[in-house]
């Protein structure tokens, strides 16, 4: 009888623990849940890019004399092209024509290749989701190099039924040998030194991949493409005295030579 006892005693016991065991478990699981879909929500919520009905870079006066496009000194390819929809369609300066893509295999992909270095500060797309719907892209990724073997993904965008100009400033990758710039001020805030820290882009190579389009479409629409990048020094002394070549200067930092061989490039002779 004793040993009855006791052992009912220690079934009773481990049934309680195990009882204990799973309400604990059941309340940890929905708590990381709950704290995953907040976490997800600000990432996807971070993401969204908007678009606007003008794009600065071609309309305001201020912005063009920082500013040009230089799309027409690069040669352009794609990944494919129905008929009659294709680099011209993409380059033509309209809205009402487009580039639609001919093939399964994503990502569908926009090559700019420049024969130079070239310094690159925006790439502007117009989509139009009220006209293309399934074929507006979703996600964007941008990637920059010299060939085809480095190229490195630089930016990412995400968009939400786009009906406008998309605008995307690129900037380098930060180079730890860069020197500190030294007006930096202490007392300014976070966003005004990351601006002052961020470095031109200079590439052979923009390859712009679609990622994904709206509704999970499988070929795209992209209406226009335009590629910016900042004028000369001596065009951008014509900014008015109100901004100035110091702001020009601020928004695109370019890097300095680091050897003797190069230094004698610092300047025109």
């Known amino acids: 009888?004793?040993?009855?006892?006791?052992?009912?005693?220690?079934?009773?016991?481990?049934?309680e623990g195990e009882a204990d065991d799973e309400q604990g478990d059941g309340t940890a699981v929905n708590d990381d849940d709950e704290d995953d879909d907040e976490d997800?929500?600000?990432?996807?919520?971070?993401?969204?890019?908007?678009a606007t009905p003008t794009l600065a870079s071609l309309?305001?006066?201020?912005?063009?004399l920082l500013v040009k496009e230089v799309g027409d000194e690069a040669v352009w390819s794609l990944s494919s092209a129905k008929s009659g929809n294709g680099i011209l369609q993409l380059r033509d300066s309209s809205t009402e024509t487009y580039w639609q893509s001919d093939g399964v295999a994503q990502p569908h992909t926009i090559n700019i290749y420049f024969a130079r270095r070239r310094p690159i500060s925006e790439i502007a797309f117009y989509l139009d989701f009220s006209l293309d719907e399934s074929y507006t892209p979703k996600k964007f990724i941008i990637k920059?190099?010299?060939?085809?073997?480095?190229?490195?993904?630089?930016t990412s965008v995400e968009l939400n039924e786009p009906i406008g100009w998309v605008s995307v400033p690129v900037f380098a990758k930060?180079?730890?040998?860069?020197?500190?710039i030294p007006?930096?001020?202490?007392?300014?805030?976070?966003?005004?030194?990351?601006?002052?820290k961020r470095r031109v882009l200079r590439s052979h190579?923009?390859?712009?991949c679609v990622a994904q389009m709206h509704q999970n479409g499988r070929d795209t629409h992209v209406r226009q493409v335009k590629v910016f990048g900042p004028r000369s020094s001596t065009q951008s002394s014509l900014v008015p005295s109100s901004q100035g070549e110091e702001a020009s200067m601020n928004f695109f930092h370019l890097p300095k030579f680091k050897t003797v061989e190069l230094s004698?490039?610092?300047s025109i002779r």
């Open 1 to 15: 009888m004793v040993e009855s006892e006791e052992q009912q005693d220690l079934s009773q016991r481990s049934e």
């Open 40 to 50: 997800d929500d600000e990432r996807n919520s971070s993401l969204i890019t908007p």
């Open 59 to 64: 309309d305001d006066p201020e912005q063009k």
């Open 144 to 154: 920059a190099g010299n060939t085809y073997h480095d190229l490195e993904e630089i």
């Open 174 to 180: 930060p180079d730890p040998l860069d020197d500190p």
């Open 183 to 196: 007006d930096i001020d202490d007392d300014e805030d976070e966003d005004s030194k990351k601006e002052k």
């Open 205 to 208: 190579l923009i390859q712009i």
């Open 264 to 266: 004698q490039f610092s």
